[in-house]
């Protein structure tokens, strides 16, 4: 499959980001960005997508997690997008769905060049723990922007805004999992204009 991996370095006058990712990993992860509850989301992400991902991040979070959360948003996209390097053999499309507790989330991810983003996901607390709920879905555009994917993110039901949460981190590490693997019988890119 050849060294599907990537290392992205992000610093401004907000944030200062490290991350590594290996597609073609086990699910091990060393996450730090000082806000606990995405470190868990990425975690488990990682660990449900058989990613191995490093992340070492600080931000002004005297300000707020907004920064961080986004730009960390930023630089994994950047880094999916250059780990796919060329595309040839990849399945392209993943989708799963996934139940955690009484929520269900399902994700389903196109890596076509083409981001968008569509997020429906009655996520009515305004926070989990100190973490602000809204920063999920900037998260995801930022991701969707930078790896170029069309991403629809859809929470069929749920009470529990941390299960709902946890929910599509998890579908989303399945989901991209079956989007980036090989496929032989996949000739160049699986497109009919012979590119993305």
Request: net charge negative; aromatic share 8%.
């Amino acid at each position: 499959m050849g060294n599907r991996t990537a290392e992205i370095k992000r610093t401004t006058k907000e944030t200062d980001i490290s991350l590594e990712f290996n597609i073609d990993g086990t699910g091990s992860s060393e996450i730090s960005t000082g806000v606990g509850f995405l470190d868990h989301m990425l975690t488990l992400f990682s660990r449900h997508g058989f990613f191995d991902l490093k992340i070492e991040a600080t931000g002004d979070l005297e300000v707020d997690y907004h920064h961080t959360v986004e730009d960390i948003g930023i630089c994994l996209g950047d880094a999916i997008i250059k780990a796919c390097g060329d595309k040839v053999g990849i399945r392209r499309f993943g989708d799963c769905t996934i139940p955690m507790c009484e929520s269900l989330a399902t994700v389903v991810i196109d890596l076509c060049d083409r981001p968008f983003l569509v997020f429906n996901a009655a996520l009515e607390k305004p926070k989990v723990g100190t973490f602000d709920v809204e920063l999920v879905e900037e998260f995801f555009h930022a991701l969707s922007n930078h790896s170029g994917a069309t991403l629809h993110i859809n929470v069929a039901y749920g009470s529990n805004t941390h299960h709902m949460i946890e929910a599509i981190f998890k579908a989303l590490g399945r989901a991209l999992d079956q989007a980036t693997s090989k496929d032989e019988r996949i000739q160049g890119v699986l497109s009919t204009k012979g590119r993305f």
